[in-house]
Protein backbone atom coordinates (compact mmCIF):
# COMPACT_ATOMS: atom_id res chain seq x y z
CA UNK A 1 0.00 0.00 0.00
CA UNK A 2 1.45 3.46 -0.70
CA UNK A 3 0.34 6.45 0.86
CA UNK A 4 -0.36 9.82 -1.21
CA UNK A 5 -2.04 13.08 0.42
CA UNK A 6 -5.46 12.56 -1.04
CA UNK A 7 -5.65 9.20 0.32
CA UNK A 8 -4.91 11.26 3.39
CA UNK A 9 -7.32 14.39 3.00
CA UNK A 10 -10.31 12.22 2.08
CA UNK A 11 -10.19 10.70 5.68
CA UNK A 12 -9.77 14.24 7.08
CA UNK A 13 -13.03 15.34 5.08
CA UNK A 14 -14.93 12.73 7.21
CA UNK A 15 -14.13 14.59 10.54
CA UNK A 16 -16.44 17.39 11.36
CA UNK A 17 -15.25 20.79 13.50
CA UNK A 18 -17.82 21.62 15.66
CA UNK A 19 -16.79 25.25 15.88
CA UNK A 20 -17.73 25.52 12.39
CA UNK A 21 -19.88 22.55 11.77
CA UNK A 22 -18.09 21.42 8.68
CA UNK A 23 -15.01 19.09 8.10
CA UNK A 24 -11.45 19.69 8.53
CA UNK A 25 -11.09 20.25 4.73
CA UNK A 26 -13.92 22.57 3.63
CA UNK A 27 -12.77 24.44 7.08
CA UNK A 28 -9.87 24.89 5.29
CA UNK A 29 -7.99 23.89 8.62
CA UNK A 30 -5.16 21.17 7.66
CA UNK A 31 -2.18 22.68 7.42
CA UNK A 32 -0.04 22.73 3.63
CA UNK A 33 3.00 20.87 5.69
CA UNK A 34 2.04 17.19 5.09
CA UNK A 35 4.90 15.17 4.89
CA UNK A 36 4.75 11.42 4.16
CA UNK A 37 7.59 8.66 4.26
CA UNK A 38 6.45 5.02 4.10
CA UNK A 39 3.87 4.58 6.11
CA UNK A 40 4.49 7.68 8.16
CA UNK A 41 2.32 10.43 7.80
CA UNK A 42 2.81 14.17 9.54
CA UNK A 43 0.69 17.51 9.42
CA UNK A 44 -0.93 20.58 11.20
CA UNK A 45 -4.26 21.21 12.07
CA UNK A 46 -5.09 24.87 12.54
CA UNK A 47 -6.98 25.83 15.36
CA UNK A 48 -8.34 29.69 16.05
CA UNK A 49 -6.47 29.59 19.52
CA UNK A 50 -4.40 27.70 22.06
CA UNK A 51 -7.64 27.75 23.88
CA UNK A 52 -9.99 26.02 21.84
CA UNK A 53 -12.02 23.66 23.80
CA UNK A 54 -12.78 21.41 20.43
CA UNK A 55 -8.47 21.10 20.47
CA UNK A 56 -7.79 17.27 21.90
CA UNK A 57 -10.94 16.07 20.46
CA UNK A 58 -10.22 16.86 16.94
CA UNK A 59 -6.79 15.47 17.28
CA UNK A 60 -7.95 12.05 18.55
CA UNK A 61 -10.63 12.10 15.27
CA UNK A 62 -8.25 13.28 12.91
CA UNK A 63 -5.95 10.63 13.53
CA UNK A 64 -8.81 7.31 14.03
CA UNK A 65 -10.36 8.45 10.73
CA UNK A 66 -6.97 8.00 9.17
CA UNK A 67 -6.64 4.94 10.72
CA UNK A 68 -10.23 3.65 10.01
CA UNK A 69 -9.97 4.79 6.62
CA UNK A 70 -6.29 4.55 5.22
CA UNK A 71 -5.20 1.49 7.67
CA UNK A 72 -4.46 0.89 11.17
CA UNK A 73 -0.38 0.44 10.46
CA UNK A 74 -0.35 3.71 9.35
CA UNK A 75 1.99 6.05 11.90
CA UNK A 76 -0.22 9.29 12.42
CA UNK A 77 1.89 12.56 13.57
CA UNK A 78 -0.79 15.30 14.12
CA UNK A 79 0.15 18.87 15.66
CA UNK A 80 -1.75 21.52 16.46
CA UNK A 81 -1.28 24.89 15.30
CA UNK A 82 -2.73 28.02 15.99
CA UNK A 83 -4.31 31.26 14.32
CA UNK A 84 -3.46 33.32 17.15
CA UNK A 85 -0.55 32.66 18.63
CA UNK A 86 -0.16 31.43 22.44
CA UNK A 87 -0.07 33.72 25.04
CA UNK A 88 3.75 34.20 26.53
CA UNK A 89 3.99 32.29 29.82
CA UNK A 90 4.12 34.32 33.27
CA UNK A 91 7.75 35.93 33.28
CA UNK A 92 7.96 36.38 29.63
CA UNK A 93 4.55 39.36 29.72
CA UNK A 94 5.12 42.93 28.54
CA UNK A 95 8.82 42.54 27.78
CA UNK A 96 8.99 46.21 26.51
CA UNK A 97 7.83 47.70 29.83
CA UNK A 98 10.49 48.85 32.18
CA UNK A 99 8.96 50.04 35.25
CA UNK A 100 5.99 48.47 36.86
CA UNK A 101 4.69 51.44 39.85
CA UNK A 102 1.59 49.51 41.81
CA UNK A 103 -0.52 52.63 43.49
CA UNK A 104 -2.09 51.51 46.95
CA UNK A 105 -4.12 52.12 49.82
CA UNK A 106 -4.89 50.22 52.91
CA UNK A 107 -8.70 51.63 52.82
CA UNK A 108 -10.66 53.16 50.23
CA UNK A 109 -11.61 56.68 49.85
CA UNK A 110 -8.16 58.30 50.36
CA UNK A 111 -7.99 59.35 46.54
CA UNK A 112 -5.58 56.28 45.15
CA UNK A 113 -7.17 56.27 42.30
CA UNK A 114 -7.30 60.35 41.51
CA UNK A 115 -3.36 60.01 42.71
CA UNK A 116 -2.88 57.15 39.78
CA UNK A 117 -4.57 59.12 37.04
CA UNK A 118 -2.43 62.34 38.53
CA UNK A 119 0.65 60.84 38.18
CA UNK A 120 0.24 58.73 35.26
CA UNK A 121 -0.61 61.95 33.12
CA UNK A 122 2.35 63.79 35.17
CA UNK A 123 5.05 60.88 33.85
CA UNK A 124 3.69 61.35 30.58
CA UNK A 125 4.28 65.25 30.52
CA UNK A 126 7.67 64.92 31.36
CA UNK A 127 8.32 62.85 28.19
CA UNK A 128 7.89 59.19 29.35
CA UNK A 129 6.04 56.62 27.26
CA UNK A 130 3.42 55.75 30.03
CA UNK A 131 0.52 52.85 30.62
CA UNK A 132 -2.02 52.58 32.89
CA UNK A 133 -4.14 49.80 33.98
CA UNK A 134 -7.33 50.31 36.17
CA UNK A 135 -6.92 46.57 37.94
CA UNK A 136 -10.17 47.48 40.41
CA UNK A 137 -12.43 45.15 38.31
CA UNK A 138 -15.36 45.65 40.94
CA UNK A 139 -15.23 49.19 41.45
CA UNK A 140 -13.31 51.08 37.79
CA UNK A 141 -13.19 54.67 38.02
CA UNK A 142 -10.22 55.96 35.28
CA UNK A 143 -12.75 55.99 32.77
CA UNK A 144 -14.41 58.57 33.65
CA UNK A 145 -11.63 60.16 35.10
CA UNK A 146 -10.42 60.30 31.78
CA UNK A 147 -13.44 61.48 29.80
CA UNK A 148 -13.19 58.31 28.01
CA UNK A 149 -16.22 56.03 29.08
CA UNK A 150 -17.82 55.74 26.17
CA UNK A 151 -14.23 54.31 24.26
CA UNK A 152 -14.43 51.02 23.41
CA UNK A 153 -10.93 49.44 22.68
CA UNK A 154 -10.69 47.33 19.25
CA UNK A 155 -8.69 44.49 18.72
CA UNK A 156 -5.24 44.77 16.95
CA UNK A 157 -3.10 41.78 15.18
CA UNK A 158 0.50 42.03 16.39
CA UNK A 159 3.01 38.74 16.05
CA UNK A 160 0.73 36.21 15.04
CA UNK A 161 -1.59 37.43 18.25
CA UNK A 162 -5.10 39.36 18.52
CA UNK A 163 -4.53 41.93 21.21
CA UNK A 164 -6.55 44.55 22.83
CA UNK A 165 -5.42 48.06 21.95
CA UNK A 166 -5.44 50.64 24.76
CA UNK A 167 -7.26 53.56 24.53
CA UNK A 168 -5.13 56.92 24.79
CA UNK A 169 -5.90 60.00 26.52
CA UNK A 170 -3.52 62.50 27.69
CA UNK A 171 -0.70 60.33 26.47
CA UNK A 172 -0.99 57.57 28.63
CA UNK A 173 -2.41 54.14 27.30
CA UNK A 174 -5.63 52.95 29.65
CA UNK A 175 -7.14 49.68 30.13
CA UNK A 176 -9.98 49.60 32.53
CA UNK A 177 -12.69 46.91 32.39
CA UNK A 178 -15.26 49.85 32.54
CA UNK A 179 -14.10 49.57 28.90
CA UNK A 180 -16.38 46.45 28.64
CA UNK A 181 -19.46 46.32 31.45
CA UNK A 182 -22.10 49.23 32.03
CA UNK A 183 -21.05 51.65 34.19
CA UNK A 184 -25.13 51.72 35.96
CA UNK A 185 -24.66 47.93 36.06
CA UNK A 186 -22.82 46.07 39.25
CA UNK A 187 -20.32 43.53 38.51
CA UNK A 188 -20.44 40.72 39.99
CA UNK A 189 -17.98 38.20 39.55
CA UNK A 190 -16.18 35.60 41.84
CA UNK A 191 -13.00 35.89 42.32
CA UNK A 192 -11.73 33.49 39.71
CA UNK A 193 -13.52 35.42 36.79
CA UNK A 194 -12.00 38.47 38.00
CA UNK A 195 -8.99 36.98 38.41
CA UNK A 196 -9.10 35.98 34.65
CA UNK A 197 -10.28 39.31 33.44
CA UNK A 198 -7.86 41.20 35.32
CA UNK A 199 -4.89 38.73 33.40
CA UNK A 200 -6.47 39.25 29.55
CA UNK A 201 -6.06 43.17 30.36
CA UNK A 202 -2.23 42.31 31.26
CA UNK A 203 -1.01 39.37 28.76
CA UNK A 204 -3.94 39.91 25.66
CA UNK A 205 -3.48 43.90 25.14
CA UNK A 206 -1.03 45.60 23.15
CA UNK A 207 0.79 47.71 25.83
CA UNK A 208 3.89 48.28 23.74
CA UNK A 209 7.19 49.70 24.70
CA UNK A 210 6.53 51.53 28.18
CA UNK A 211 8.81 53.41 30.97
CA UNK A 212 6.19 53.37 33.36
CA UNK A 213 3.02 50.85 33.95
CA UNK A 214 0.99 52.11 36.43
CA UNK A 215 -1.17 49.77 38.12
CA UNK A 216 -3.84 51.46 40.07
CA UNK A 217 -4.76 48.62 42.43
CA UNK A 218 -7.91 48.29 44.60
CA UNK A 219 -8.26 49.05 48.37
CA UNK A 220 -6.80 46.55 50.66
CA UNK A 221 -5.27 43.40 50.38
CA UNK A 222 -7.13 40.87 48.08
CA UNK A 223 -7.24 38.22 45.49
CA UNK A 224 -6.72 40.69 42.62
CA UNK A 225 -3.38 41.92 44.48
CA UNK A 226 -2.31 38.10 44.84
CA UNK A 227 -3.02 37.86 40.64
CA UNK A 228 -0.89 41.12 39.88
CA UNK A 229 1.93 39.25 41.94
CA UNK A 230 1.63 35.83 40.42
CA UNK A 231 1.57 37.84 37.15
CA UNK A 232 4.01 40.58 36.99
CA UNK A 233 7.42 41.50 38.53
CA UNK A 234 6.08 44.92 40.40
CA UNK A 235 9.16 47.56 40.69
CA UNK A 236 7.85 49.10 43.43
CA UNK A 237 5.03 50.49 44.96
CA UNK A 238 3.58 53.41 46.29
CA UNK A 239 1.16 54.21 49.19
CA UNK A 240 -1.29 56.96 49.27
CA UNK A 241 -3.17 57.89 52.79
CA UNK A 242 -4.75 60.37 54.23
CA UNK A 243 -2.77 61.68 57.57
CA UNK A 244 -5.59 60.12 60.34
CA UNK A 245 -5.06 57.37 62.31
CA UNK A 246 -7.42 55.64 60.78
CA UNK A 247 -6.35 55.74 57.47
CA UNK A 248 -2.63 55.25 58.84
CA UNK A 249 -3.79 51.93 60.40
CA UNK A 250 -4.65 50.51 57.10
CA UNK A 251 -1.93 51.85 55.06
CA UNK A 252 0.47 50.10 57.22
CA UNK A 253 -1.42 46.94 56.11
CA UNK A 254 -0.71 47.84 52.78
CA UNK A 255 3.11 48.08 53.51
CA UNK A 256 2.78 44.77 55.29
CA UNK A 257 1.83 43.08 52.40
CA UNK A 258 4.15 44.05 50.16
CA UNK A 259 7.26 43.81 52.34
CA UNK A 260 6.28 39.65 53.17
CA UNK A 261 9.00 37.73 52.63
CA UNK A 262 6.92 36.04 50.08
CA UNK A 263 6.56 39.37 47.96
CA UNK A 264 8.97 41.42 48.65
CA UNK A 265 8.33 44.26 46.61
CA UNK A 266 10.14 47.46 47.30
CA UNK A 267 7.63 50.24 48.77
CA UNK A 268 9.01 53.23 47.00
CA UNK A 269 7.15 55.91 49.09
CA UNK A 270 4.39 57.07 50.42
CA UNK A 271 2.04 59.93 49.41
CA UNK A 272 -0.35 61.97 51.56
CA UNK A 273 -3.22 63.43 49.88
CA UNK A 274 -5.51 65.59 51.25
CA UNK A 275 -2.97 66.95 53.80
CA UNK A 276 -4.25 70.07 54.68
CA UNK A 277 -7.04 72.43 53.44
CA UNK A 278 -6.85 76.10 52.09
CA UNK A 279 -9.60 78.11 51.04
CA UNK A 280 -9.00 79.51 47.60
CA UNK A 281 -9.90 83.11 49.52
CA UNK A 282 -7.17 82.76 52.20
CA UNK A 283 -4.05 81.01 49.99
CA UNK A 284 -2.05 81.52 52.90
CA UNK A 285 -3.83 79.22 55.56
CA UNK A 286 -3.17 75.91 56.07
CA UNK A 287 -6.43 74.32 57.95
CA UNK A 288 -5.31 70.59 58.95
CA UNK A 289 -8.94 68.73 58.93
CA UNK A 290 -7.62 65.01 59.17
CA UNK A 291 -4.90 65.44 61.25
CA UNK A 292 -0.94 67.11 60.39
CA UNK A 293 1.71 65.43 58.96
CA UNK A 294 0.14 61.99 59.71
CA UNK A 295 1.94 60.32 56.42
CA UNK A 296 5.13 62.15 57.03
CA UNK A 297 5.22 60.48 60.58
CA UNK A 298 4.56 57.61 59.18
CA UNK A 299 6.94 57.31 56.49
CA UNK A 300 10.01 58.35 59.42
CA UNK A 301 8.95 55.96 61.25
CA UNK A 302 9.26 53.15 58.61
CA UNK A 303 11.96 54.53 56.67
CA UNK A 304 9.89 55.34 53.76
CA UNK A 305 10.37 58.44 51.54
CA UNK A 306 7.12 61.06 51.61
CA UNK A 307 7.16 61.62 48.26
CA UNK A 308 4.63 64.04 48.60
CA UNK A 309 1.48 65.73 50.08
CA UNK A 310 -1.37 66.34 48.57
CA UNK A 311 -3.52 69.21 49.77
CA UNK A 312 -7.47 69.20 49.60
CA UNK A 313 -8.65 71.48 46.72
CA UNK A 314 -11.42 71.43 44.98
CA UNK A 315 -11.27 71.26 41.68
CA UNK A 316 -8.84 67.97 42.06
CA UNK A 317 -12.35 66.55 42.39
CA UNK A 318 -13.98 68.93 40.07
CA UNK A 319 -11.45 68.09 37.39
CA UNK A 320 -11.39 64.37 37.64
CA UNK A 321 -15.70 64.08 37.51
CA UNK A 322 -15.28 65.86 34.40
CA UNK A 323 -12.55 63.79 33.23
CA UNK A 324 -9.77 66.65 32.72
CA UNK A 325 -7.41 65.74 36.11
CA UNK A 326 -5.40 68.30 37.47
CA UNK A 327 -2.11 67.20 36.09
CA UNK A 328 -3.22 68.44 32.69
CA UNK A 329 -3.17 71.99 33.79
CA UNK A 330 0.35 72.13 34.64
CA UNK A 331 0.34 76.08 35.07
CA UNK A 332 -1.79 75.75 38.39
CA UNK A 333 -0.59 74.65 41.80
CA UNK A 334 -2.61 71.54 42.36
CA UNK A 335 -1.04 70.50 38.84
CA UNK A 336 2.34 71.38 39.42
CA UNK A 337 2.18 69.01 42.68
CA UNK A 338 1.51 65.96 40.57
CA UNK A 339 4.59 67.06 38.39
CA UNK A 340 6.57 67.28 41.44
CA UNK A 341 4.92 63.79 42.83
CA UNK A 342 5.94 62.09 39.16
CA UNK A 343 9.37 63.75 39.40
CA UNK A 344 9.88 62.43 42.91
CA UNK A 345 8.68 58.56 41.32
CA UNK A 346 11.05 58.86 39.07
CA UNK A 347 13.79 59.48 41.57
CA UNK A 348 13.06 56.96 43.79
CA UNK A 349 13.00 54.64 40.94
CA UNK A 350 15.93 55.05 39.43
CA UNK A 351 17.37 54.56 42.98
CA UNK A 352 15.57 51.51 43.76
CA UNK A 353 16.85 49.93 40.25
CA UNK A 354 20.57 51.04 40.48
CA UNK A 355 20.47 49.69 44.21
CA UNK A 356 17.97 46.62 44.53
CA UNK A 357 17.67 43.39 42.34
CA UNK A 358 14.79 42.93 40.21
CA UNK A 359 11.90 41.77 42.15
CA UNK A 360 10.63 38.27 41.40
CA UNK A 361 6.87 37.24 40.30
CA UNK A 362 5.47 35.30 43.56
CA UNK A 363 5.11 31.81 42.89
CA UNK A 364 1.97 29.52 42.86
CA UNK A 365 1.18 27.42 45.80
CA UNK A 366 1.08 23.84 44.46
Not at 52 to 73: M, N, R
Not at 94 to 115: D, E, F, R, W
Not at 249 to 267: L, Q, S
Request: neutral net charge; glycine residues 8%.
Amino acid sequence: MTLYPKLINDALATVIYPGTKKNLIESEMVADNMRIDGMSVSFSIIFPRDTDPFLKSTLKAAEAAIHYHVGQDVQVTVTPEYKSAPRPEVGKLLPQVKNIIAVSSGKGGVGKSTVAANLAIALARLGYKVGLLDTDIFGPSIPKMFGVEDARPYAVHVDGRDLIEPIEQYGVRLLSIGFFVSPQTATLWRGGMASNALKQLIADADWGELDYFILDTPPGTSDIHLTLLQTLAITGAVIVSTPQNVALADARKGIDMYRNEKVNVPILGLIENMAWFTPAEMPQNKYYIFGKDGCKNLAAEMNIPLLAQIPIVQSICENGDAGTPAATQVDTMTGQAFINLAQAVVTVTNKRNREMKPTKIVGLKK
